[in-house]
């Protein structure tokens, strides 16, 4: 059966992101010393406490990818916004009565905008760029609505569920820049995390560098922490946790738990077997991720037998085990071909959901059931999640589609996403996407065009994925002049997000070299450039075409000096061989 995930570029299975954010960089219970310390702010920090496994992999490239790519999101390295109470409110007046005046203002006051309005506009933002969260923010401001600290980081904490994390950062740096707000120490914690998934490593630890010293909490250290295990730069981050060991800045598991991400992604699985040692020895209790871990980095090594003995510990030290631990291990048993296993993982599962999980569980429990080729039990868990919310999100649609697509049925896919047409609020191209993935699936080429030119007619925008869709499935047919269509498609697209991988660029000019094209060589070179992805390699296959064709040109030179390349001697060759060789 062929497994796909969302969103990923390339040759790759595709990756379904159920969005909901995973908290390595953990906030904990409210502290008092969570602030930094200024005499004009009594007010304490209300923290926040999220810790919910984010994807599910749906590829099969290997017998353990699953749980692998499970944890891509449940090991990422997130924190949690905080948000602060308000301050104290004016004290009543000693007597009942109100003064006339105060009266008469109270009745001619304006409502209160709803904060979950600016949310809204924020959200409609897309993928606006640099500037736009600000404008949003200052138009709000001067329509009379509120700009509170602790609604503000709600709405970080929204859009970093969501990867927007640009816009989230600008939230963040409007709340200091343009209104003088301090950060709690968990903030900048918050604000650390997305300066690196933004401005890159360097800007992460010029930031760390600048805070004042109290400042420098276990919070901020492990946000710092998370930096390099996500980056996986291995030597900065042990080194970074031997210091957080020598000041004695833990909280928890935290520290144990980034690491061992770390090594999973260098696929290092004794270090991932030391550290659970040096838990034992440091007498730190396990918990939900930390098993989610080590399963995962046993069944990279095909060792089932060792899961199981991981859950009889976890249950003698009492540790609480949520959903997203048996849907690791519900993955893993299926990836094992344990059926009966699996299935009694999701029965558990399901046991664990709590109204506080929201859909994400639902929708792990579509995909999984669809790895088992389990359309009733599919349809079940569907038909849970329109009786138990009173609206089906995007991603829950989009969580229904997949496990469709899994199972081959267009017939379906189709009822969903008409129902989804008639009811969504936002448009979402990746369902647009997933409904052409299904029909290219089945060699349907014409009903997966129709289906965007309609989409097309109703306003809808694509992305470089729906490029790659069509562009992968002609390429597959051998059609390369209806591939180079495509890739000439993906210049147009907004910032020239699309971007090509060396192996389909290898492809197109093999094909237009042992075909003598040396017209759609050129039309392809000219893609190229416009994706910013021409050298000098690209041009010693379009002079081959050229030779191979017969094709003269005067010009090539000067626009290869024109694209900054370097006229190397394999290039200055082929052009001497063409007739140009001053």
Not at 75 to 96: D, K, M, R
Not at 450 to 477: I, Q
């Amino acid at each position: 059966m062929e497994d796909t995930m969302i969103e990923n570029t390339g040759h790759q299975d595709e990756q379904i992101d159920f969005t909901a954010d995973v908290n390595l960089n953990e906030v904990e219970e409210a502290d008092p010393n969570d602030r930094i310390p200024d005499i004009n702010d009594t007010r304490f920090i209300s923290l926040v406490r999220n810790q919910t496994p984010k994807t599910l992999n749906h590829g099969a490239a290997g017998p353990f990818r699953r749980p692998r790519l499970l944890l891509r999101r449940l090991l990422s390295t997130v924190t949690e916004a905080a948000a602060e109470t308000p301050a104290p409110s004016a004290p009543a007046a000693a007597s009942g009565v109100a003064a006339p005046n105060a009266a008469a203002a109270a009745a001619t006051k304006p409502a209160k905008k709803d904060p979950r309005l600016l949310y809204r506009r924020l959200s409609a933002l897309g993928i606006a760029g640099e500037g736009s969260v600000s404008r949003v923010l200052n138009k709000w401001v001067r329509e009379g609505g509120a700009a509170r600290s602790e609604e503000l980081v709600k709405h970080v904490k929204e859009l970093r569920r969501y990867k927007r994390h640009a816009h989230a950062l600008e939230v963040m740096d409007w709340m200091v820049n343009a209104r003088g707000m301090n950060m709690s120490i968990t903030n900048h914690a918050i604000r650390l995390d997305l300066v690196y998934k933004v401005r890159g490593l360097e800007a992460a630890e010029n930031y760390f560098a600048n805070l004042p010293d109290p400042a420098k909490n276990h919070r901020t250290y492990g946000a710092l922490l998370s930096c390099y295990c996500s980056a996986k730069m291995e030597e900065k981050a042990t080194d970074l946790y031997r210091q957080m060991d020598e000041l004695g800045i833990w909280s928890g598991t935290l520290p144990i738990n980034n690491l061992m991400s770390l090594y999973m992604k260098l696929d290092q699985h004794r270090k991932v077997d030391s550290l659970f040692e040096e838990m034992k020895v440091k007498n730190v209790k396990p918990d939900n991720l930390t098993c989610c871990i080590l399963m995962t980095s046993y069944s990279a090594s095909n060792k089932i037998d060792a899961i199981e003995e991981l859950l009889k510990e976890m249950v003698e030290k009492d540790v609480t085990l949520g959903w997203s631990a048996y849907s690791t291990l519900a993955s893993i048993y299926v990836n094992a071909g344990q059926v009966e296993k699996a299935e009694s993982a999701l029965k558990k599962l399901e046991g664990l959901i709590s109204a506080e999980d929201g859909r994400q569980p639902f929708d792990f429990l579509m995909s999984l059931y669809a790895s088992l080729g389990n359309l009733s039990e599919i349809n079940r868990v569907w038909d849970v999640i329109k009786a138990k919310f009173s609206m089906v999100t995007n991603i829950s649609y989009l969580g229904m589609l997949h496990a469709l697509y899994k199972l081959n049925d267009i017939d379906r896919m189709k009822q969903i996403y008409m129902e989804w047409e008639s009811n969504y609020q936002t448009y979402d191209v990746r369902l647009t996407n997933m409904m052409i993935r299904g029909h290219l699936k089945l060699s349907m080429s014409e009903e997966a065009e129709t289906l965007r030119e309609k989409a097309k007619e109703k306003g809808a925008e694509f992305d470089s994925k729906t490029c790659e869709l069509f562009l992968d499935h002609y390429m597959g047919k051998g059609d390369m002049n209806s591939a180079l269509n495509w890739v000439e498609n993906m210049t147009k697209l907004p910032k020239k997000a699309g971007k090509l991988d060396q192996d389909r660029i290898y492809m197109f000019q093999k094909y237009f070299e042992e075909h003598k094209d040396a017209d759609s060589a050129e039309r392809f070179c000219n893609c190229l450039r416009t994706l910013g992805c021409i050298d000098g390699k690209a041009y010693e296959s379009l002079l081959r075409t050229y030779l191979a064709a017969g094709k003269k040109s005067c010009s090539l030179r000067q626009q290869i000096k024109n694209d900054k390349i370097e006229i190397c001697y394999d290039i200055g060759k082929l052009l001497k061989r063409l007739g140009d060789g001053r």
